[in-house]
């Protein structure tokens, strides 16, 4: 049955077009690449009221527009790859951590 349905639903895809007067020709196309900047954060502050540590705000070497997505990564050192060449290792956050121990709590940082 399911078959049919996913048969069904793609014939009636493919079966149907768009009519019409084409319309105007869109901007170039180009490849659009990642920003990609380091920081240092040094100066953590800790809330005890809300249990929080935290560090202020940086701001962005370019601009970030409404569109973008921001992804954080924290360097976690260098590992080994072979011949003698190491790599950095980076984790992306937030890092959640969950326990073995069987009871069900987790760790998050941001």
Same mark, same amino acid.
């Given at each position: 049955? /399911? /078959?049919?349905a996913?048969?069904?639903?793609?014939?009636?895809?493919?079966?149907?077009?768009?009519?019409?007067?084409?319309?105007?020709?869109?901007?170039?196309?180009?490849?659009?690449?990642?920003?990609?900047?380091?920081?240092?954060?040094?100066?953590f502050?800790?809330?005890a009221? /809300?249990?929080?540590?935290?560090?202020?705000?940086?701001? !962005?070497?370019?601009?970030?527009?409404?569109?973008?997505? @921001?992804? @954080?990564?924290? !360097?976690?050192?260098?590992?080994?790859?072979?011949?003698?060449?190491?790599?950095d @290792?980076?984790?992306?956050?937030?890092?959640?951590?969950? !326990?073995?121990?069987?009871?069900g709590?987790?760790?998050q !940082?941001?």
């Open positions: 049955m /399911k /078959k049919i996913l048969l069904l639903l793609l014939s009636t895809v493919t079966l149907i077009g768009c009519k019409g007067e084409r319309g105007p020709k869109g901007d170039p196309g180009g490849l659009v690449y990642a920003q990609v900047f380091e920081t240092n954060v040094r100066n502050h800790y809330d009221q /809300k249990n929080q540590l935290f560090t202020d705000f940086y701001s !962005y070497p370019f601009t970030v527009y409404e569109s973008d997505v @921001v992804l @954080v990564y924290r !360097y976690e050192g260098q590992t080994d790859i072979g011949s003698g060449e190491v790599a @290792v980076w984790t992306k956050l937030p890092n959640t951590i969950f !326990y073995s121990d069987g009871t709590d987790l760790f !940082y941001n």
